[in-house]
């Protein structure tokens, strides 16, 4: 299981970096992006103390990434915040995209995928011409295993493939009970659409990971 896209107590999650990464070890997992909440007032204080969960580096067998998910960040600010948060050293950049459960801006879709960041996190109903602008810029569309976030994965599912863009599936994981196994990863992306192949190249082959 590789999943780039969880929260930590630095924003609105239940369990420590440490405890999250133990919990995630137990669930198979072999790589985990650590991605907190941020706008332009935590990034620094988040991706600082982050970073320091490199302590487990060779203490775990598992692929740690910090990272940070732009989160109702204004469209026109997305660029230079996430060009800010990678020269601050993230190693995944996430945007909090335009879930139909949340009031997220519009136009943050395409801020996103224009700033050319790693995942566009539950991109709500994304557009096709945005989903092709997704694949010419190599920006990952996430299928996410969370409620309500999860409710337009078929939609996202069938333009990603019509324009041939790359997908993942993250947990989005705020709390122990959100983490799941790589088998559980295989049935969302099914459930959103894919066949079992399809499913399995999308969660086995990594498009950021390999
Ligand atoms: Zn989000
Ligand atoms: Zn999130």
Redesign the pocket.
Known sequence: MIDL???TTFSDGELIPSELVRRAEVHGYTAIGI?D?VDYTNVEHILTSLSKIKYLKGVLDMQILVGA?L?HVPPTKIAPLAAFARKLGAEIV?V?GETPVEPVSPGTNRAAILAGVDIL?HPGFITLEEAELAKENNVCLEITS?LGHNITNGHVVRLARQAGAKMVVDT?S?APEDLITGERAVEIAMGAGLTREQALDVVNRHAIIR
Do not use: N, P, S, Y
């Open positions: 896209h969880t929260h991605t909440h998910e989160t996430v909090h996190a969370r989005d705020h």
